[in-house]
């Protein structure tokens, strides 16, 4: 889907972006993470040529962005970012209606394409269409943002700290609608952001970042087994991992025969969910269930500790 090549934003004196080469493959969740000032989100703008690149070129099937004109390049990619940029004077069906506007789709494919939205999105269309951004609160103007970057149907969306600003419960809601957004739609996502647990919730690939350099492009599972630097394994904290890892992995996936006693818990779970409700109600094995509330199993303590410990 994306290829980046030797991408470089230089400064005057100062390189921002240094030599970045990474491959995004359709339908991935690809997320850059670092601290302030390692060039991540300067490598986002490049993609969509918000930023235009010192050297190096990104391409988007093949297909070499600097070929298009900038301004219709970026009508073909969605892109929300912290603090939703919704515009304060328009409705909330005229700001997701924008792209389809300038791309010159008839009023009543926009008007539909805009009640799709705001109804995945569980803003009924009767109720939100009308308001105002004003009117909305801080996790709902965050859905219409994201909602207008997706209006014109776009296989890329690029996202700038879309969660930043919201509190940790809305937060949550937000990335789970998120993902289940992607998986529906197969929309290939790159995603900045300085939260690492955010990367590793949300990625299926993470680019870790400092200094302008790409320090490590591998799966969530990959980095928090075995990170590349000693900067990267600062930024998972030390403390933190064997939770990560088992955050990374289906219970369904490790459910061995047999029968437990006490409230199941669900295939679909992570196991570190497995294991917090074997912590908390003191039980060394744990009855399994599928979303049909079948028992399929049980979950042993046992084996969450195998598969916590720290790798050989």
Avoid at 83 to 98: K, S
Avoid at 145 to 155: D, N, T
Avoid at 200 to 207: D, K, P, S
């Amino acid at each position: 889907m994306i290829e980046i090549d030797a991408l470089t934003k230089d400064y005057l004196d100062l390189t921002v972006v240094d030599h970045v080469s990474m491959r995004i493959d359709d339908g991935d969740i690809a997320v850059i993470v670092g601290t302030s000032g390692s060039g991540k989100t300067t490598l986002l703008r490049m993609i969509n040529r918000l930023i235009e690149p010192t050297s190096g070129s990104v391409k988007i099937d093949g297909k070499d962005t600097r070929s298009v004109p900038a301004h219709l390049l970026r009508r073909e990619i969605g892109y929300a970012i912290q603090g939703h940029g919704l515009f304060p004077h328009r409705t909330v069906g005229q700001n997701i209606a924008t792209v389809p506007v300038l791309m010159g789709w008839e009023k009543p494919r926009i008007a539909a394409r805009v009640e799709e939205l705001l109804e995945l999105f569980q803003l009924p269309a009767d109720q939100f269409r009308d308001r105002l951004p004003s009117e909305l609160s801080g996790g709902q103007q965050q859905r219409v943002g994201v909602a207008r970057a997706l209006a014109a149907e776009p296989k890329l969306l690029l996202m700038d700290e879309p969660f930043g600003a919201l509190d940790p419960i809305i937060r949550a809601k937000a990335q789970a609608d998120l993902v289940g957004i992607q998986k529906r739609f197969g929309t290939t996502i790159v995603l900045v952001t300085h939260d690492m647990e955010e990367a590793i919730h949300l990625g299926t690939r993470i680019a870790v970042m400092d200094q302008g350099k790409l320090l490590q492009y591998a799966t969530p599972a990959e980095i928090v087994v075995k990170p590349a630097t000693d900067f990267v394994g600062e930024l998972l904290g030390s403390g933190d991992r064997a939770f990560r890892l088992l955050g990374l992995r289906r219970i369904g996936d490790f459910v061995e025969p047999g029968e437990a006693s006490g409230a199941p818990v669900s295939a679909e779970q992570t196991l570190r969910d497995g294991l917090e409700e074997a912590l908390w109600s003191g039980r060394a094995v744990l009855p399994v269930v599928d979303g049909a509330g079948k028992p399929v199993g049980r979950l042993t303590l046992a084996t969450l500790q195998r598969l916590g410990a720290r790798p050989q």
